[in-house]
T-cell receptor, first 113, second 115 residues
Framework: DAGVIQSPRHEVTEMGQEVTLRCKPISGHDYLFWYRQTMMRGLELLIYFNNNVPIDDSGMPEDRFSAKMPNASFSTLKIQPSEPRDSAVYFC???????????FGEGSWLTVV | AQSVTQLGSHVSVSEGALVLLRCNYSSSVPPYLFWYVQYPNQGLQLLLKYTTGATLVKGINGFEAEFKKSETSFHLTKPSAHMSDAAEYFCAVRGGNTGFQKLVFGTGTRLLVSP
């Protein structure tokens, strides 16, 4: 079975540019999560969706960040405009409504210069 | 708020030695407990989990962990370390006081294995 698929795996962009990270969850999973990993803050939950509806976005750092899930098989995390402090690894993850394990993608390594 | 504490940001062992990575959680309601491993420049891979039932759970690569409710702990062990075990290990909880869906991570423990 295909796991959680994220793209791009690596992105280097200039400050002020828009960044879009993409995620395809595991088929049949009802929950989708976006996490961010940094040296300073560790792994932190940004937002999660249930059946394509955002449930908790309290972890989204500021208005520059937005996330959407237009259908059950696709989600995006957008940063506009990007800043150097946004440099991090962004993980997408998914789980079943009846399950208890959250499965992670390989991550998107973002560097903002 | 629910939290996870991993004691020791770095643990060093020799190849063949016992591995012990500590994890304690705070929750008045027993949560689901997980250990994930992250190899350099890779994603998070599930090592093992405790949900209900037997408190000693076995995972991949010879790792196991024991849920001790009285101690609110879920320490990770492996009898004999291998060089390939060098990685960062994260303890995480889901459910309990935070509600069912959120997965809250500890700060991670980097395991160093020397020959």
């Amino acid at each position: 079975d295909a796991g959680v698929i994220q793209s791009p795996r690596h992105e280097v962009t200039e400050m002020g540019q828009e960044v879009t990270l993409r995620c395809k969850p595991i088929s049949g999973h009802d929950y989708l999560f976006w996490y961010r990993q940094t040296m300073m803050r560790g792994l932190e939950l940004l937002i999660y969706f249930n059946n394509n509806v955002p449930i908790d976005d309290s972890g989204m750092p500021e208005d520059r960040f937005s996330a959407k899930m237009p259908n059950a098989s696709f989600s995006t995390l957008k940063i506009q405009p990007s800043e150097p402090r946004d440099s991090a690894v962004y993980f997408c993850a998914s789980s079943q409504i009846s399950g208890n394990t959250i499965y992670f993608g390989e991550g998107s390594w973002l560097t903002v210069v | 708020a629910q939290s996870v504490t991993q004691l020791g940001s770095h643990v060093s062992v020799s190849e063949g030695a016992l591995v012990l990575l500590r994890c304690n959680y705070s929750s008045s309601v027993p949560p689901y407990l997980f250990w994930y491993v992250q190899y350099p420049n890779q994603g998070l891979q599930l090592l093992l989990k405790y949900t209900t039932g037997a408190t000693l759970v076995k995972g991949i690569n010879g790792f196991e962990a024991e849920f001790k409710k009285s101690e609110t702990s879920f320490h990770l062990t492996k009898p004999s370390a291998h060089m390939s075990d060098a990685a960062e290990y994260f303890c995480a909880v889901r459910g309990g006081n935070t509600g069912f869906q959120k997965l809250v991570f500890g700060t991670g423990t980097r395991l160093l294995v020397s020959p």
